[in-house]
């Protein structure tokens, strides 16, 4: 009989590259576990990282069934790194497991609620452009991406806070960057979506971005990273413009960082900074924060394959909060805000705090 490391990916072949990867956690003694939102949410012992990342292993090389109980593993992650963070060695649990999603999507073992998602794109496409449609402007250079998961306010206040701090018309791309498309698996047709948004936003000569989660695709995940800019970074190069927020002091703001923003894209001073401007002090901290903040369980489609378990982890995060002294949870993320919000948090976006301290010309 072949040694374990000799046997060869058979089953799930493009999962051979990421072998090391794979191995590192199979034979580990799972130092990350107390990371993992999802496996702290369902004590399970196949939900934490260690468990995806071994059944993975497991099914790319035959050594269990490809079913899709076994599968849905992979789709039991936020993508929010966490793990890594606690990891010798810096393990990409994450890209290994969305590649695994991917390998799995193709082969038909995706769990319903991610071909539901991949299936429902073009829908989804369809309402976003419609509630992007108010704010296109023919003669704008620079393209805002503002993000699916925020509403008509957030959309509304991301238009207005990005022209006063540009001082310019900007038009709001109708197009999603393919997010759902990736958590689903469906990596194909995230391809696909990537190279049309990347010739949508070619005419722009600037893009910003507001959604932590649509920026992290874009200059992250696509095959060749998009240049642009948080939006949340242009009101930090212009802080002292900023004008201070009446009753902001009042309403006691925590910063929650999200994954995408934080670990994703490394930004963590920027947000404290704006808010100390708007605020006239630093706003609150979870008790995990920074690189060791906790997920809000928005991430990588977990509210809709696993929406108990993402409810129960945006629960702990608000429990905290208030454990914390309560107050309102600030975000720059729109998956965080709806699982806050339905989670039963007082949440607002940096967005709508940027729109309100710029309602006037800035001086
Ligand atoms: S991510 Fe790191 S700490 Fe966690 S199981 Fe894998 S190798 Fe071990
Ligand atoms: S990326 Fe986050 S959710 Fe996924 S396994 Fe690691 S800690 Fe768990």
Redesign the pocket.
């Known amino acids: 009989m072949k040694r374990p490391d000799e046997r060869a990916f058979v089953r799930l072949p493009a999962l051979a590259e990421q072998a090391t990867t794979l191995e590192k956690c199979v034979f580990c003694p799972k130092l ?1 576990r107390s ?5 702290n949410a369902e004590p399970r012992e196949t ?3 260690w468990g ?2 071994s059944m993975a292993y497991f099914m790319a090389r035959g050594d269990v069934p490809l079913e899709k109980d076994f599968a849905a593993t992979a789709w ?9 963070k606690t990891c010798e060695h810096d393990n990409d ?2 890209g290994t ?1 969305h590649k695994t999603r991917a390998e799995l999507f193709t082969r038909g073992y995706a769990p319903e609620g991610a071909n539901e998602v991949a299936a429902g794109f073009r829908e989804h496409q369809a309402s976003y452009a419609a509630r992007t449609a108010a704010h296109q402007k023919a003669n704008a250079k620079t393209a805002l991406v503002v993000g699916c998961a925020y509403g008509e306010a957030e959309t509304a206040d991301a238009v207005a806070a990005a022209e006063a701090l540009l001082g310019e018309p900007v038009t709001a791309i109708s197009q999603c960057c393919g997010r759902p498309l990736r958590s689903a698996g469906d990596e194909k047709a995230f391809q696909e979506n990537a190279a049309a948004f990347v010739r949508n936003i070619a005419p722009y000569t600037r893009v910003v971005v507001v959604d932590a989660g649509c920026a992290e695709t874009l200059m992250r995940h696509y095959p060749v990273p998009v240049g642009g800019e948080l939006l949340l970074q242009v009101a930090h190069r212009q802080l002292a413009r900023l004008r201070p927020l009446p009753g902001a002091f009042e309403l006691g703001l925590r910063f929650h960082d999200p ?1 995408s923003l934080g670990r994703g894209l490394g930004v963590y001073e920027a947000p404290r900074d704006v808010l100390t401007q708007l605020a006239g002090l630093a706003p609150g901290e979870f008790m995990y924060a920074r690189d060791r903040a906790a ?1 809000s369980g928005g ?2 489609l ?1 509210p809709v394959t696993m929406p108990e378990v993402a409810a129960r982890i945006a629960e702990t995060r608000v429990k905290e909060h208030e454990a914390e002294g309560g107050g309102t949870i600030v975000t720059a993320c729109g998956s965080s805000l709806r699982m806050f919000r339905k989670a039963g948090a007082k949440a607002v976006d940096l967005v709508t705090l940027l729109r309100r301290s710029t309602d006037e010309p800035l001086p």
């Open positions: 990350c990371a993992c939102p999802v496996s939900l934490t990282p995806k990342m039991a992650c936020t993508g929010c790194k966490a793990c890594a649990v994450a497991l994954c997920c991430g990588a977990l």
